[in-house]
């Protein structure tokens, strides 16, 4: 079986395909696409954007994405010595693919709904992800008619299933597109906004633990201060600071997983200017302190604690 790129896997084809990638930095750009993406990561650790949810991923985690829905998954904020290495498997597949199929309707009600919960990124945990990974892994390497069957039992089982949680809220939702996609203005608008916000999300990744200012942002954006809010807020749910604070709460996380860092040094190290702030974005970000997080994670073994 050969290993992938994720940066291989952004277009959906027309039948569904699945990659396993094995690599040691996970750089993946806000994107996004008209297909569902289904990811299991088997190793590695990191951050993960979906629509306005910021959170980690860990070793274990799968999650469904549809359509033109922005997402991306990186380890590049974490340290060298710390970084993990991914191991992932990634089906994609257009949901035409399966409301096309000869069911009657009923009978794809359960598809159809879990299509329609992928609009905002569905978690999936316990025996659904792991008997979906099975599959997953088998289905990377079978040929024909075998990997539609395994695909369309992957489907079959998180259909049915109520092991999962829906990731990102409603307001992330990007406005659905006419039918025949005849709306080209408003489609190309919507990929300039996330060509833009890419941009904008590499700028404050690369900073925000040294910290930038607003106009510098929102220079890079190619728009005023105050317009920059206004477009950030519309594209994330929330505004700079609070999106700047969680992704330095997501550095804490990984940081407060290696021995001999004080939650001082994790702080400082993290971008806060004060402990008290730290602690007060850590519990508002993850609904623990950070002592009771790191006791938390050295619980779990072989990864930090997961927040879908």
Known sequence: MIAHSFNDSLHCPSSPRTKMMDQVCLDVPVHFHEGCELLYFEEGFGTRVIGDHTGEFTAGDMVL???NLPHTWHTNTIPPPSRPRIKSYVV??????LEDLAVPAEERQPVTDLLSRASRGVYFYGRTRDEAARKM???????GLKKIILFLDIIDVLSRSE???VIASPRAVPERQDADRQDDDRQGTYRQGIERFSKTYRYILERYRTGFSLEDVATVAGLTPKAFCRYFKRMTGKTLT?????LRVEYACSRLNVPGCSVSDVCFDSGFNNLTHFNTSFRRHTG???????VSASKVTGSAHARP
Not at 92 to 97: T, V
Not at 242 to 246: A, C, K, L, V
Request: glycine share 6%; net charge positive; aromatic share 16%.
């Open 65 to 67: 994405v549809g359509p």
């Open 92 to 97: 994609h597949f257009l949901p035409e693919f």
């Open 137 to 143: 892994k088998r289905m990377a390497s079978a040929e």
């Open 163 to 165: 092991e999962y949680r």
């Open 242 to 246: 609070r999106f700047t604070n969680e």
């Open 288 to 294: 623990m302190t950070p002592s009771g997080y790191r």
